[in-house]
């Protein structure tokens, strides 16, 4: 009886037939998630005058990050020419036009 169940599911289970069915739970898995995501809205609340002094020290604490951070720090080499360190390898970056370029590893990022 076993091995008449089992031909009977071989039958109805190819591979086409699981091929469209792992599709279709895929497709069910990745849709779950936008579905959660959109009932989670939150309301906005009002800005107050704290939220606004919040938000312009946070923007005086950006402005002071980038004169911390050592990648943007420029510098000079032997022959005087600008550098930067390169954020991937710590190399010297050297600007061509608005692009910074490291001569080690070859990261590049436009200015």
């Not at 031909?7 to 091929?19: A, G, H, P, V």
């Not at 469209?20 to 989670?40: C, H, K, T, Y």
């Not at 946070?58 to 943007?72: I, L, Q, V």
Request: with cysteine; proline share 4%.
């Amino acid at each position: 009886m076993d091995d008449e169940l089992l031909k009977k599911l071989e039958q109805k289970m190819n591979r086409r037939n699981f091929l469209r069915g792992s599709v279709i739970a895929a497709a069910a898995f990745a849709a779950f998630p936008l579905a959660a995501a959109a009932q989670d809205q939150q309301v906005p609340t009002k800005n107050t005058d704290k939220d606004k002094s919040e938000k312009a020290e946070k923007d005086r604490n950006k402005d002071g990050d980038a004169e911390k951070d050592p990648f943007k720090e420029i510098k000079l080499d032997a022959q005087g020419r600008e550098y930067r360190m390169c954020p991937q390898c710590g190399y010297n970056m050297y600007k061509q036009d608005r692009t910074w370029t490291c001569e080690n590893c070859g990261y590049s990022y436009v200015e």
